[in-house]
């Protein structure tokens, strides 16, 4: 069965640092890959998604993620924050391209300081 | 409308009562899903529909849930005799079509709160 970890549930940066927000997957097929982010009583927006082709995807408001296959990891990353980017980020997998279920991480709250 | 619309936004409900939670899709939009999503957790899928059709119930917790989009569009997910570990956010999203290609757009959930 496939399954998310993200390795931090909060991590705190302070505004202009960059950022890593990690995750990695388990899973015995080929996977898609993606991260949403979730503000306050928002639903979930997506920022990048991996499907297939270049391992290094670039998403919206300046964050790139790369798919290490052989590391089964998709880190989030963005080489300067801004206080509007405190947000909760979730990784999601899915083993299903027929329909696109998927399966979210635990969620990595990321609290940027001025 | 220009997103996906769930209602109510909150509910509380005492243990053992019904409740109904609508979402409506992006017009056109073809495949809808429901997640849970527990307090300080990711959303968990629930269940998927393609038109009317309801595909994948996999992750309904029990029988006291059931999900219903009899037209192909508006969609309603009901749970019966409410326990406090129903207490939730439970997001509603739907896409242009099917597959992992096409992206969802997420309505801002319905938050449950069982008393």
Redesign the interface.
Known sequence: AQS?TQLDSQVPVFEEAPVELRCNYSSSVSV?LFWYVQYP??????LL?Y?SGSTLVKGINGFEAEFNKSQTSFHLRKPSVHISDTAEY?C?V?E????????????TTLQVKP | GAG?SQSPRYKVAKRGQDVALRCDPISGHV?L?W?QQAL??????LT?F?NEAQ??KSGLPSDRFFAERPEGSVSTLKIQRTQQEDSAVY?C?S?LA????????????TRLTVV
Do not use: C, H, R, W
Not at chain 1, 41 to 46: M, S, V
Not at chain 2, 40 to 45: K, R
Not at chain 2, 98 to 109: A, N, Q, R
């Open positions: 998310v898609y009583n928002q639903g979930l927006q997506l998604k499907l979730f999601a899915s299903v391209p027929q329909t696109g279920k998927l399966i979210f991480g635990q969620g | 996906v495949s899903f997640y300080g957790q990711g959303p968990e899928f998927y393609q595909l994948d997001l999203a896409s099917t597959g992992v290609g096409y992206g969802y757009t997420f309505g801002s959930g």
